[in-house]
């Protein structure tokens, strides 16, 4: 009872701030307060709806619809994405467990984590000749190192009760791994995977800008148009797919909390 | 009583069932590496050393000592988790090279997975240690232990839904299921309130009739060890802790919690062990 009030009054409160939001966009657009020629509210909303309603036109590279090029970086992500992980999870179980493995890749992971994706950019075009397998190549090495750390801090840090009871059960180390080490730093994996998809999505955007198609290429034809409407209806959908992305591991983590 | 049986048991073979023969522990620093002041000097700390025990098959023994003193890790030596700086293990007259099915190990804190219901954590065990059995055979199996121990109503929960002392009893089904002679524990009951405590306790008793199995019970309380054991092993202050007694507890069985702390026997040993251990404890304060 008290609950469903106060998830109405949220509910509310929400849509009053963006209706405030949304009003004070286009004053402020309208009177010329910022810059001459800044799109208001009314004006993006349109263009908002006008992209929605046939998102999947395709004339040409540069006049793509909307969910075309959303599809596109999607998919690029995905892909690079998925290979990432599928080389970071026995890499940093890897890690987890040897001294060797961790002193002799610790020194790598500490000096290239740090280093903007996009550095790599000129990288992939040199060696893949090809902006496609560049894009991808690009997510890969972003993806790569938060899923890479977390799983290899999973395995250092594991209950280590749980590989006494492996143990003193006889069991191999490929059960070990299997039946107790990998479900056991579920939860840092997903951690792991959530951080990686988040820093993804975020360099997708700018890598895009340089490649040609997707989300990101999208801006940067927007603003070579100089239709600033176009690109603020591109951040809206990149921050909503970002958060539903975002919200799917959210939900995967809750799966997958031992704790609760 | 324990006389007797032991002579038994050596006329038809002639070792113990656990033999423990000058065995020590060392704990070395890991070496770091760059470490100049260390070097080439192996210095360490010795947990336990010159450890010398016979145990009796189906016998129940229980290990006392002050806090820290090395009784875990005489008890992981024992089950092959850790390997001694020297000296060695010998069950039925093999000396051991690790961890086997033939002891099956209770940690304090249950060491349940998690992720895995309670019958799905015996089943871990199962398939482990017996890889060729049926699913369906594993699964009956699972079933029985966990009947054995009362939670055949608890099988599909997880562990967080459990009670502490349900848990313990999942790690004894555990323990148990993979058929051991032998049983290692390790303060098994320490966390649990004195009702739960006492409950298990007779569980674990009437579970050691049946079985047939040796039990070695580490423990902090001496009217546990009072109850349970036929001998009850001391250990002194570490470090380099050494067994200082062995006291054979000749009480009847079975054993009333009540009745016993009226028996003179029973008294004048429980003097003993608290003497001991205050003065034991006693050591350690002065050390440190
Ligand atoms: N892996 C290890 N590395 C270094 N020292 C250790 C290690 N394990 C145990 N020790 C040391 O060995 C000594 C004995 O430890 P142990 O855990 O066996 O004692 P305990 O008698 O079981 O103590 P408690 O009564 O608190 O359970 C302690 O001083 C401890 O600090
Ligand atoms: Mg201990």
Redesign the pocket.
């Given at each position: 009872m008290n609950k469903a009030i106060s998830t109405r009054l949220t509910f509310a409160v929400a849509i009053l701030s963006l209706l405030i939001f949304i009003i004070l966009w286009q004053v402020i657009a309208q009177q010329g307060l910022l810059v001459k020629n800044f799109p208001g509210s009314f004006k993006t909303i349109g263009s908002l709806i006008w992209w929605v309603s046939d998102p999947f036109f395709d004339n040409g590279p540069n006049d793509l619809g909307i969910g075309t090029n959303l599809l596109i970086s999607l998919r690029r992500v995905l892909i690079g994405y998925s290979l990432a992980v599928l080389v970071a999870v026995p890499l940093g179980v890897l890690m987890g467990m040897s001294k060797l493995a961790q002193s002799s890749l610790n020194p790598y992971v500490q000096l290239l984590k740090p280093v903007s994706p996009l550095a790599w950019l000129p990288v992939g075009l040199f060696v893949f000749r090809n902006s496609e397998i560049t894009g991808i190549f690009v997510i890969f090495i972003t993806s790569i190192w938060p899923t890479l750390i977390n799983t290899a801090f999973g395995v250092a840090s594991i209950n280590p009760d749980y590989l006494r009871v492996s143990k003193s059960l006889g069991a191999s180390k490929s059960t070990t791994i299997r039946r107790v080490i990998l479900p056991a730093i579920m939860p840092n994996i997903l951690a792991g995977m959530r951080i990686s998809m988040g820093t993804a999505w975020l360099v997708i955007v700018a890598a895009e800008m340089l490649l040609g198609t997707g989300i990101g290429y999208f801006i940067w034809n927007e603003w070579n148009n100089l239709s600033l409407e176009n690109i603020f209806v591109a951040i809206i959908i990149i921050g909503f797919t970002g958060f539903i992305l975002d919200q799917f591991f959210g939900f995967l983590q809750d799966k997958f909390d031992y704790s609760i | 009583m324990n006389k007797k049986s032991s002579k038994k048991s050596s006329s038809i073979e002639n070792y113990s069932h656990l033999e423990l023969f000058n065995l020590g522990k060392i704990?070395f620093k890991e070496k770091k590496f760059i470490d100049f002041r260390s070097k080439g000097n192996r210095s360490g700390?010795e947990?336990i050393k010159d450890i010398n025990l016979k145990i009796e098959k189906n016998t129940f023994v229980s290990i006392i000592?002050?806090?820290?003193?090395?009784?875990?890790?005489?008890l992981?030596l024992i089950a092959g988790l850790q390997a001694p700086t020297s000296g060695k293990i010998v069950i039925d007259g093999q000396a051991i090279k690790g961890p086997g099915p033939d002891r099956g190990v209770i940690f304090q804190n249950y060491a349940l997975m998690p992720w895995l219901t309670t019958i799905q954590n015996i089943e871990f065990a199962l398939n482990t240690v017996f890889p060729a059995k049926t699913k369906a055979d594993v699964k009956e199996r699972a079933r029985k232990y966990l009947r054995m121990v009362g939670l055949e109503k608890a099988s599909n929960k997880f562990p967080k839904e459990l009670s502490g002392g349900m848990k313990q009893r999942v790690a004894i089904a555990r323990a148990l299921s993979i058929n051991p002679n032998m049983l290692l524990m390790?303060?098994p009951f320490g966390a649990l309130d004195a009702l739960t405590r006492s409950y298990l306790q007779d569980e674990l008793l009437s579970i050691w009739r049946k079985n047939k199995v040796t039990v070695v019970l580490?423990t902090?309380s001496i009217e546990e060890a009072l109850l349970l054991s036929d001998k009850i092993v001391l250990?002194s202050s570490?470090?380099s802790?050494i067994i200082s007694e062995e006291i054979s507890v000749d009480l009847e069985r079975p054993r009333d919690r009540e009745k016993i702390e009226q028996d003179p026997n029973y008294l004048k040993i429980k003097m003993r062990l608290e003497k001991h251990l205050l003065r034991e404890t006693r050591a350690v304060e002065e050390v440190t």
């Open positions: - | 704990f700390f947990a000592g002050p806090s820290g003193c090395g009784k875990s890790t005489l992981n390790d303060e580490i902090h250990m570490g470090p802790a």
